[in-house]
């Protein structure tokens, strides 16, 4: 279903300017927008060198703004690639002026052009589209095309946390870990069952559980 596109968007991004970078979306060639350098600068953005944690497809913000809340000695940067979803995120955490997250309105591939070499300490993959297709598998955000990306800013010993719904992308997700020479530390197949009072619930998260379908989670180390 295709998204009605919110009302003075633009406007509406330019004036969170502070807490968002946005990336040249019209930069088709993805490769060649990595490639280039606009490495931000943690200590000044956060204006402190507490650890950073990074979350790919943020959508609306729900989990980055409670964990920020959450967690104010952990600086978080957010990224999602429609910016029609993305300005809800960024608008929650200015009404909530939330001082330690960070936004870019940007597609994983690019992100070496912002993100430092070993600036990362934990990347968050909620829910990422399993895009069950074939063909369409090189774009999942677990395929080790990614993974082996990750590596470029993620530290030695960093950890990704994913969760998923989908018992497909959990089995494909675990093999390619395994095969990009990612460490498991856990694999949980129905998380709501055990109960981890630590979990925050995102909004895909809470639709899929009120469906009755299993959450999946996985933790691995770099
Ligand atoms: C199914 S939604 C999940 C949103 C949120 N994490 C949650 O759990 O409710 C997946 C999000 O990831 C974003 N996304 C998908 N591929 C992406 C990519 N390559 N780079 C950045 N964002 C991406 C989509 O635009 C979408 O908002």
Same mark, same amino acid.
């Given at each position: 279903?295709?998204?009605?596109?919110?009302?003075?968007?633009?406007?509406?991004?330019?004036?969170?300017?502070d807490?968002?970078?946005?990336?040249?979306?019209?930069?088709?060639n993805?490769?060649?927008?990595?490639?280039?350098?606009?490495?931000?600068?943690?200590?000044?953005?956060?204006?402190?060198?507490?650890?950073?944690?990074?979350?790919?497809?943020?959508?609306?913000?729900?989990?980055?703004?409670?964990?920020?809340?959450?967690?104010?000695?952990?600086? &978080?940067?957010?990224?999602?690639?429609? !910016?029609n979803?993305?300005?809800?995120?960024?608008?929650?955490? +200015?009404? =909530?002026? /939330?001082?330690?997250?960070?936004?870019?309105?940007?597609?994983?591939?690019?992100?070496?052009?912002?993100?430092?070499?070993a600036?990362?300490?934990?990347?968050?993959?909620?829910?990422?589209?399993?895009?069950?297709?074939?063909?369409?598998?090189?774009?999942?955000?677990?395929?080790?095309k990614?993974?082996?990306?990750?590596?470029?800013?993620?530290?030695?010993?960093?950890?990704?946390?994913?969760?998923?719904?989908?018992?497909? &992308?959990?089995?494909?997700?675990?093999? !390619?870990?395994?095969?990009?020479?990612?460490?498991?530390?856990? +694999?949980? =197949?129905? /998380?709501?069952?055990?109960?981890?009072?630590?979990?925050?619930?995102?909004?895909?998260?809470?639709?899929?559980?009120?469906?009755?379908?299993?959450?999946?989670?996985?933790?691995?180390?770099?």
């Open positions: 279903m295709r998204m009605h596109r919110k009302s003075h968007l633009d406007e509406r991004l330019n004036s969170c300017g807490i968002l970078t946005v990336a040249d979306l019209t930069d088709k993805m490769k060649h927008a990595a490639a280039q350098k606009d490495e931000l600068d943690f200590v000044k953005i956060f204006k402190n060198g507490n650890p950073v944690n990074l979350e790919i497809g943020c959508g609306k913000g729900k989990f980055i703004c409670e964990m920020a809340a959450r967690f104010p000695q952990i600086n &978080f940067i957010a990224v999602e690639k429609i !910016s979803v993305l300005i809800e995120a960024v608008e929650r955490a +200015k009404a =909530e002026n /939330l001082l330690n997250v960070h936004f870019i309105n940007s597609a994983a591939e690019v992100l070496p052009r912002y993100l430092k070499e600036s990362i300490d934990k990347i968050y993959l909620n829910f990422s589209n399993p895009l069950p297709k074939l063909g369409y598998a090189r774009q999942r955000l677990t395929h080790p990614f993974l082996n990306g990750y590596r470029q800013y993620l530290k030695k010993g960093g950890e990704i946390v994913q969760k998923t719904d989908d018992g497909d &992308f959990y089995l494909f997700s675990l093999e !390619s870990y395994a095969s990009c020479g990612y460490e498991i530390l856990e +694999k949980c =197949e129905d /998380l709501h069952a055990v109960c981890d009072p630590e979990n925050i619930v995102t909004e895909h998260e809470k639709k899929f559980a009120d469906m009755g379908k299993n959450i999946y989670r996985i933790v691995v180390k770099s």
